[in-house]
């Protein structure tokens, strides 16, 4: 078993997801490490999407939709995929206005309406704000740990990247293709508009429909750049890595693997695991012998499972992991195994 270095790993990189099932401890773990990287003195952004909102109960203190410093290098932002849902597609209203008629207007806001309700509307709009979050922090973080929401939620998101780069460039290509066929029915019968063909252009600006594709065209690429940026971002095991993190149960255990499957298919990085909770060695009570026999089955499982990927466990503790102290205790417990010693 390859043992996972958390230092070296938060020293080098740019941007770590953590992620893994709901109940696993990701949140907890996401926060000790970022703010291991902010005492070892790199400017850490922590960032949660988990709708679960317990970011701010771990550091024990107010964190919300503004970024938030919490500690020395430590900075923290929750993200609500409701709320970004909502601006998200307020954001895209405001973009395609300038491109429709006014009648088109009411039935463009019902479409977006309906889209609201639609499968992956959270992830599209959380994708977005991550994208512009990745590229506005550059210049102002060393680090970025992303506390990602359950992994079903966390698959569908990674995958958008590619699924809306191609998305993006179909519609480029569809606006480039009836811009390119206006300007040849222009050519072909000058003086008359599309819109109106028996109008005069003095009536209707003819001009202003090369004018309105020209900006479509320049937001639709600006998206595309974005998307392909995270994406290639996403892709650099040079500086993205995905963290998961799992208890030694059975359930945890499976849904890591499939999750692991899916991420190492996609291409994305994954820098290793986090099994977290695992019993002390030492233990008198029979009850706790006994779960310990059974918690040995499933570490022996990981190791046949995932056991090709750098790993490091985490001991359960006494109490809950609740404020910086603790988190800064418990992160002493990820000091590489030639320091602790």
């Known amino acids: 078993m390859k043992t996972l270095d958390t230092d070296t790993l938060i020293a080098n990189h740019r941007l770590l997801l953590v992620g893994g099932k709901g109940g696993v401890g990701k949140t907890t773990l996401a926060a000790t490490l970022a703010l291991r990287a902010a005492d070892a003195g790199r400017q850490v952004l922590l960032v949660s999407t988990d709708p679960a909102h317990s970011l701010a109960d771990a550091l024990d203190r107010p964190v919300g939709p503004r970024e938030t410093r919490v500690a020395a290098g430590l900075t923290a932002l929750e993200i609500d995929p409701e709320d970004e849902a909502d601006a998200y597609l307020e954001r895209v209203l405001t973009q395609m206005r300038p491109f429709v008629r006014q009648e088109q207007l009411r039935e463009l806001t ?15 709009a959380l994708l977005e704000r991550l994208a512009r979050l990745l590229d506005e922090s550059d210049t102002r973080f060393d680090l970025i740990v992303l506390d990602t929401a359950p992994t079903g939620h966390t698959l569908r998101l990674l995958s958008l990247p590619e699924i809306m780069a191609v998305w993006t460039d179909g519609l480029l290509r569809h606006n480039e293709r009836a811009s390119e066929l206006g300007q040849v029915l222009q050519h072909l019968t000058p003086g008359r508009d599309l819109d109106s063909p028996l109008g005069k252009p003095e009536d209707h600006a003819t001009a202003g429909m090369a004018a309105r594709s020209r900006d479509l065209t320049a937001t639709l690429r600006t998206r595309q750049q974005l998307f392909h940026r995270m994406r290639d971002r996403l892709l650099d095991a040079s500086q993205s890595g995905f963290l998961f993190v799992l208890t030694p149960e059975r359930l945890p255990i499976l849904e890591t693997h499939r999750a692991l499957d899916s991420l190492t298919a996609s291409g994305v990085p994954v820098a290793g695991l986090l099994i ?11 009850f706790l012998k006994a779960r310990q026999v059974r918690q040995q089955r499933h570490l022996d499982d990981i190791q046949i499972r995932m056991g090709h990927l750098p790993q490091r466990q985490v001991p359960l503790q006494q109490d809950d992991i609740q404020g910086i102290e603790d988190l800064r205790a418990l992160g002493s417990l990820l000091r590489p195994p030639q320091a602790a010693s």
């Not at 019902?110 to 599209?124: F, N, T």
């Open 276 to 286: 977290n909770r695992v019993l002390p060695e030492g233990i008198e009570s029979d």
């Open 110 to 124: 019902r479409q977006l309406q309906l889209s609201r309700q639609s499968p992956g509307a959270q992830e599209a």
